[in-house]
């Protein structure tokens, strides 16, 4: 029996170009990130992350959140004193 097994991707160039540099940055190569996403989909007998359509309003915050927008806090107390939770 076999080792290792190959798998085989097609992703767009900026895709796999901007993955693999935030994989480098943390230190983990392509094969170990393969490994431990299907080591995840065993785990969870499925996709490990919700697999949604977000609406207009989460949409819109995570397009806020990328471009820097929104409220900021110096604590997570803060942060909930404001939400009121």
């Known amino acids: 029996m076999a080792k290792t097994a190959m798998t085989h991707a097609r992703l767009t160039p900026e895709v796999k170009e901007r993955a693999e540099a935030i994989l480098k940055e943390l230190g983990i ?5 393969y490994e431990m ?25 995570m397009k806020d959140a990328r471009d820097g927008k929104g409220k900021r806090y110096d604590s997570v107390e803060k942060m909930f004193k404001d939400l009121k939770v």
Do not use: C, E, M
């Not at 190569?29 to 990130?33: L, Q, R």
């Not at 996403?37 to 915050?61: C, E, M, S, V, W």
């Open 37 to 61: 996403f299907y080591r995840q989909i065993i785990a969870h007998q499925g996709i490990p992350f919700d697999l949604r359509i977000p609406n207009k309003n989460t949409l819109q915050a």
């Open 29 to 33: 190569s392509i094969s170990v990130a």
